[in-house]
């Protein structure tokens, strides 16, 4: 079967970026990544992705003022040159609107640094320490209007250990979304994820490591 094209879309460094290029290079992969979007033109990942020698392409939401869907229009167009299949959002930091979402229909994906759907929006670290959470952990999910709010593909756990601060709490989560998320697109790339509704449902056995619990 033809391995799926896919785009990532970043807005900062990249390190999930790198986790779907590094499983995307197995041979029975059945995803490639083809193309690197950041709406930050100073965005570290897209350096990371030219050495990889992937394409990668700038559409800097700022020369767009307030005009979201302008923004969307340009990212949809360089989706279509490059003939994309399925988009992974990998820490854009940008809301989406149903615009282009409507566009991607089951075929687009976000990760999110916590347990859906606990600590939907920004600051989920600060946020579970703050409410004494004894497990936190990152999800992957199909993108639908709603915020952080889609079908969830995978989802990764980690304990939350006495004196964590955020950061050490983020770097323990970030490992598990380095796992979870080629997990995740190798599934839908796979077309073993059914959506249906709210909930997906996987095709098949799972292998070891599709259900995930990282111990400390
Ligand atoms: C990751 O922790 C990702 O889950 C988060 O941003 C970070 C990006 O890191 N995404 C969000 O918060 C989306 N709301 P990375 O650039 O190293 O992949």
Not at 25 to 45: C, M, Q, T
Not at 85 to 94: P, T
Not at 127 to 148: K, S
Request: proline share 7%.
């Amino acid at each position: 079967m033809a391995r799926k094209r896919v785009a990532i879309l970043i807005s900062g460094r990249g390190s999930n970026m790198s986790a779907l290029i590094g499983a995307a290079k197995a041979p029975d992969y059945p995803a490639e990544i083809v193309l690197v979007l950041s709406n930050r033109p100073d965005a570290g990942g897209l350096a990371v992705a030219q050495a990889e020698g992937i394409a990668t392409a700038v559409v800097d939401h700022k020369q767009f003022g307030k005009d979201r869907e302008a923004f969307e229009r340009a990212v949809q167009a360089q989706l279509e040159a490059y003939r994309i299949d399925i988009v992974c959002l990998a820490g854009f930091m940008r809301i989406l609107t149903p615009w282009i979402i409507g566009r991607w229909p089951d075929r687009m994906l976000n990760i999110h640094p916590a347990l859906l759907p606990a600590f939907k929006g920004l600051h989920t670290h600060e946020r579970a320490l703050a409410d004494g959470a004894t497990e936190h952990g990152a999800t992957v999910h199909v993108v639908v209007p709603e915020m952080d709010s889609g079908p969830i593909v995978a989802q990764g756990k980690v304990p939350v250990l006495p004196g964590d601060d955020a950061a050490a709490l983020a770097a323990r989560v970030l490992a598990v979304e380095h796992i979870i998320y080629p997990l995740a697109l190798r599934l839908i790339a796979d077309g073993r994820v059914r959506v249906a509704g709210a909930c997906c449902t996987v095709d098949g056995p799972l292998s070891p490591g599709e259900a995930i619990y990282i111990p400390a």
